[in-house]
């Protein structure tokens, strides 16, 4: 019994040892300092800028036809229509195999000549391929137009930003063999 008091007595004293560490502990002065800092210090605000002058757009369309009539895309599906001139690939033809490859992984490695007709000899990845005027190369729609014992010239033909179809020039220049 007298145990059990002993240690009743022990917990209490704990418990109030503990409440009085839980007094002010310079709390009052820190709250002090900072109103007397609050006080002096002047908060300084630029002041605003005036505001810049809106000029309001007036955008007059009347009597003018709509961008996106019917009317006017039917105007321009004629219009082309009716130019039989302009460059149009054949896109309904067969592919031929060097057509899956672009121009910048084909490599002019030889000609071959026999009476007449002159090859190239393109190497595609690890294969050597033999090509003549007129056979296609490259994904752009690329024909050879001429071939010589130093280069493969071809017309490619490509869409512009307008959507038109155009021409341009490409060539593959023979490359000499590393030893």
């Known amino acids: 019994m007298m145990h ?4 009743r007595l ?3 004293g704990l418990l109030l040892m ?4 839980c007094g002010d502990g310079g709390i009052q002065d820190v ?5 007397e800092v609050k006080q002096q210090t002047r908060v300084l605000i630029k002041p605003l800028s005036e505001p810049k002058k809106f000029t309001p757009f007036s955008y007059d369309a009347k009597g003018r036809e709509d961008p996106y009539s019917p009317n006017k895309l039917a105007v ?3 219009k082309s229509k009716k130019d039989t001139g302009s460059i149009r690939p054949d896109l309904e033809r067969r592919r031929e195999a060097l057509e899956s490859y672009p121009l910048d992984n084909l490599r002019m490695v030889g000609t071959m000549a026999k009476p007449g007709l002159t090859y190239a000899l393109l190497q595609a990845d690890k294969s050597v391929f033999q090509v003549k005027v007129g056979n296609y190369i490259g994904q752009n729609l690329g024909m050879i137009t001429k071939i010589t014992e130093t280069e ?3 017309k490619e033909i490509v869409q512009d930003a307008s959507g038109e179809w155009v021409e341009r020039e490409a060539k593959l220049e023979l490359q000499e063999t590393q030893k």
């Open 152 to 154: 493969v010239e071809l």
């Open 4 to 7: 059990l008091h002993l240690i």
């Open 18 to 21: 503990s409440l009085s560490g």
């Open 31 to 35: 709250s002090e300092w900072m109103k």
């Open 76 to 78: 321009a599906l004629a």
């Open 10 to 12: 022990g917990l209490s």
